[in-house]
Structures are given as structure tokens and as C-alpha cells.
């Protein structure tokens, strides 16, 4: 039998620590009830007492969320505490996560104390909290660089005094894994009463080792982990949710489980992203754009033959639809045949050896391919969009609302239409939604890429459209104008998904 290891989530409050990605209270619900159908054990909602924003999301999300708990944080002082206590008064199960620094860089720099006063400004603020909550968790904070001597006297302490949760924080992202699973081991060795708390990982990203440190001490016996959805977090970030998930699930021998359902990794690691404007990078682990595609010619036959010869994750199982094969100069015979079935052409082996020719001689000036660009190359150009662009006229301003008036030409007929929205390429979608009566598609995901440098520009722009069966189509467009370039690969996607 595996042991549980307890997922703590702290994408609305060490996450939402990031210059520029604050979330509004209708936001953090949003969040928070998707991690909630994600399977997280405990939601870090805030920290109350730092604005009455932060206060009113605890509050409000107490109300939304039902199974797992809902924790704030608190510095050791009483005042944090009773705000806190008070923010929580609606959860179901509530937790209140008071702590104090632990480490002399703290105690001397910071706190300009000594180590038994902060000592027991920790074991009093345990004491007050658990007048208001049973549940208490205590953060030794920079434990990474505390002495473990004293961090032993620390989490000795606040046990006795009612914590039922320790978490030691590599805060400063200093430690390497050995160093810091040595130092959980350390805790559970020494610390009389270890037994009566559960142990927390929490660690930051400032050397990339976030991940690997909370394994770590988790396989030396700590059983809550401390992550945020995409790593995000303040500098470098925290422990990434999706990477130890996906860490314990693949290496079963460790013994270790979540009851995260994975299948909602991915879908939430957008809505994070779009939510806080804090774009993936293409190569993250489990979530990046490029986690699951393959462009390298060796690497896509052996895909193609055998997924888990390069795979090690079925992407379905995070929520991804499926692996994706990246033309490049580097892809063989076997990735364009695959890319050429998938948009309904079967080239006999002649012709194939005739349009891979072709396709290198292009491969090497062309960052990608598009389906159009395979149906030129395979002397099929694609003339059978039954919806085209004849003009658009967009028109925003401020503090005027956008508007937009488009022509189409659909089935062979002229349509105008013109729309407001809350943007010029919201404005110019909304008129087309008015031509094209289709409700159910909706417009998942939207990227504006700058192909070279400066204002003269041409802007590339990849749309993601979903249809009520889930199917999925990507549209491209590009233009020096990025409202144009956006209407072209709206339109893109519309013939695609409407007329393959
Ligand atoms: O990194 C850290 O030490 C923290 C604590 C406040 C838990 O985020
Ligand atoms: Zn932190």
C-alpha cells in the first residue's frame, strides 16, 4: 500500500505573489474550484490580514469550496491570527498557517532577536491560533539555511504547543536534494513527538531544483507537499504541482500517491495561465506547448511506431488530446506521411519521396508547416474555404467600446455585420459569430507571436477552437495588422472546423 502524500496548493497565495499576476476575488474562485475537482487535499487561500482584498478572497472562497480545507497564512502575531481566523469563519475545515523564521540569516537580519525569543514568539502564536482552529500549521521559514539543531528545538516546540502540521521551507531555493532530504530525515529522527505532526515541503525554484528538493523530502518521510499550478511564485517560483504529481504517479516504487485526478492537470494549467497572464514556457514539464511534441526526425518514427519509445507520459492522462509531430528540417518520411494522413492525403510511395523533397528543400527557411503549406507541397492548394474575408473596418479607442464591422463572403453570399466587444478582436469575432451561427464553437486559446523585430512587424497569430463534440482546430493567420492577422485565423479555423 502507498502512502498518502497530501497535496497543499498555494497557487492564490504563494503563486499570486508574482509582480503583475494579481487575480481578483471572482478569479480565485474560479481557481479555487478547480482545484478543488483537481483532488487537492488543501487550498492556501491568502493571507488575510495583507489587504481586504486578500481577506475577502478567503472569505468568499470558505464559501465556494467544500471538500478540501481552507488554509491562511499568518505571521506570528496576533493580529494576523484573529484576521485570519475570521476570514476562514465560512470554511468547512480551516487551517491557519502561522510561522516565523527560523534561520539566523532571519533571526539576526530580520527579527534583529535571538533564537530563543524567536523560538517562543513561534510556540505563543501555535498557542493563540489554536484558540480559534484546531488545525494549525506551523512554517519555520528559510529553514533550507537554518541550523538543524535548532530547527529540530523549533519543530519540537511548536508540536508540543498544538501544530499539526511542520513545514520547513527551503524559502531561498538554496538547498540541493541530498542536503535537504537529509534534513527532513534528520527531523524525523530527532524531534520528539514527530509523530503527532505532519511534515511539509515547501521549496522555491531559485537554483531549478524546487522539484527535485521536495522528492526528496518527501522519500525521507515528509507527507505534504507544498506546490502551485505551473510553478508559479515569487523570483524563480515554487515546486510545481503537475512535475510531483506526475513524478510519484510514473515512479510507483516510491511508494507514494496523490489523489490528484491528473486528467485535470493540463486544463487548469491554461486557465492559471490566461487568468494571470503568465505565459507556460514552451518546454515546461507536463504543461509546456512542446512537453508532448516531438520534431526531430529519429524521435517521431520512433513515436509514431511506439509512443512510449519517447514518451514516458500518455499525455491523455494530464488532459493533453494527444502527442503532436512537429515538421522540422530534422523530420523524416515517416512524420510528413502521418502529418499528410492527418489532413486526408495518402501519397503512394513515389509521390511521398517527390513531396519530401520538396519539403526539405522549404524545411529549412520555414519555422513551421501549415496545413495549407502541406496541401501546396503535395500540388493540392487548398481553394475550397467556404467562409472568406472580403473586408473589416475596426474601430477602438478609449474610453470608446471597440466596434467592428465585417464582410464576409459565406456559401458564395455577401454578409455584413457589424458588433461591439470588449476588445477590436473581440469586437470583429463577435460580427462573425453573428454571420456564422455557430454557438457552440468557442475560442480555447489565442496567441499573438511577433515574427521578427520592430513596429512595422508582422504579427503571427494561432487560434485553438473547441466545438461542443470537443473537437479541436487550429487556425492561423498572419498580417502586419494583429486585429487582421487574428480575424484570419479565426476564419481559419472556422473553415476548418466547420468544412473538413
Ligand atoms: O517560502 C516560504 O517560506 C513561505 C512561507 C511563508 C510558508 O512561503
Ligand atoms: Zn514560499
Known sequence: MSDKVFIFDTTLRDGEQVPGCQLNTIEKIEIAKELELLGVDIIEAGFPVSSPGDFNSVLEISKAVNDPVIC??????????????????????????????????????????NRDAILERGVAAVKYAKKFVEDIEFYCEDAGRADKVYLARMVEAVIKAGATVVNIPDTTGYCLPDEYGAKIRFLKENVKGIDKAILS???????????????????????????TINGIGERAGNTSLEEVVMALKTHKSLNLATQINSKRIYPLSRLVANL?????????AIVGRNAFAHSSG????????????YEIIDPEDVGVKQSSIILTARSGRAALKHQLIEIGLKLEKEELDRVYDQFLRMADN??????????????????????????????????????????LEYFDEIHIETAIGNGPVDAAINAIRKIIIRKDIKLEEFFIQAMTKGSNDIG????????????????????TDIVFASLKAYVDGLNKMMFR
Open 366 to 407: 520555414k519555422r513551421d508547416f501549415t496545413e495549407e503549406d502541406l496541401l501546396a507541397l503535395a500540388g493540392k492548394p487548398k481553394n475550397n474555404s467556404k467562409i472568406k474575408i472580403i473586408s473589416a473596418q475596426i474601430m477602438s479607442g478609449n474610453p470608446s467600446a471597440p466596434m467592428a464591422r465585417v464582410e
Open 276 to 284: 494571470m497572464r503568465m505565459p507556460v514556457q514552451p518546454n515546461k
Open 72 to 113: 491562511a497564512l499568518t505571521r506570528s502575531v496576533e493580529e494576523d491570527i484573529k484576521v485570519a481566523a475570521d476570514a476562514l469563519k465560512f470554511a468547512k475545515r480551516r487551517r491557519i498557517h502561522t510561522g516565523i523564521g527560523a534561520s539566523d540569516y532571519h533571526i539576526k537580519h530580520k527579527f534583529k532577536s
Open 201 to 227: 515541503v515547501h521549496c522555491h525554484n531559485d537554483l531549478g531544483m524546487a522539484t527535485a528538493n521536495s522528492l526528496s523530502g518527501l522519500m525521507n518521510g515528509a507527507r505534504q507537499v507544498e506546490v
Open 460 to 479: 503571427k497569430v494561432h487560434m485553438q477552437l473547441s466545438d461542443k463534440n470537443n473537437n479541436i482546430t487550429y487556425g492561423f493567420g498572419t498580417d
Open 298 to 309: 529519429i524521435h517521431q518514427d520512433g513515436v509514431l511506431k511506439n509512443r512510449e519509445n
